[in-house]
């Protein structure tokens, strides 16, 4: 579990964490969240977390630590589509955690030992491994983000289109007469 900054450098590193149906996402940041040395010793009160849709159950304990949370959306049950808005909103997040995926992909990549079943011998000594992984892609690795100006643009240009309405589905509704709004 990482921390990542916009940029791609990894601000803070948690684990390992062994992932089943009852240790998932949500519950590995609440486990997170109730050590004393915790992800909030690097969030301040106004900060945001984007995540995907397995950290759903955690929004409230996030929320309650006066951080702002952003969630891909997720369909309600019988809902065949999103709205233009939540799909909008949804996108956003996507767009933004963009970042923390190709992180992951370049620790694995530069670090294929992350990449494969770790044996059991490695265990002891894993989060430390993983620690020197991600400090050594901080200090030897370039950030994503080069053009900081045209990054601004996009996001600007993103954030003006959140409400804007979705002139295709208008369209195509208007031409089936289904008209939804």
Do not use: W
Request: proline letters at 3%; a positive charge.
């Amino acid at each position: 579990m990482m921390v990542v900054a916009p940029d791609g450098y990894i601000v803070y590193a948690e684990g390992f964490y062994i992932t089943d149906h009852g240790n998932n996402d949500s519950t590995i940041l609440k486990d997170m969240l109730k050590k004393e040395k915790n992800i909030m010793s690097i969030l301040q009160p106004g900060d945001a977390m984007l995540v995907d849709r397995g950290f759903q159950t955690v929004q409230s304990d996030v929320e309650q630590r006066n951080i702002k949370f952003f969630i891909t959306a997720l369909l309600a049950k019988k809902q065949s589509q999103f709205t233009t808005n939540q799909a909008n909103l949804s996108r956003r997040v996507t767009v933004c955690r963009y970042i923390v995926e190709l992180t992951n992909g370049r620790l694995k990549n530069k670090f294929r030992f992350f990449d494969e079943t770790i044996p059991v011998p490695y265990f002891p000594v894993l989060r430390s491994l993983f620690l020197v992984g991600c400090a050594m892609l901080n200090k030897f690795t370039t950030t994503f983000v080069r053009d900081k100006d045209f990054h601004e643009k996009v996001a600007e240009e993103i954030h003006a289109r959140l409400d804007k309405p979705n002139m295709l589905q208008r369209r195509v509704e208007n031409t089936v007469g289904i008209r939804k709004d």
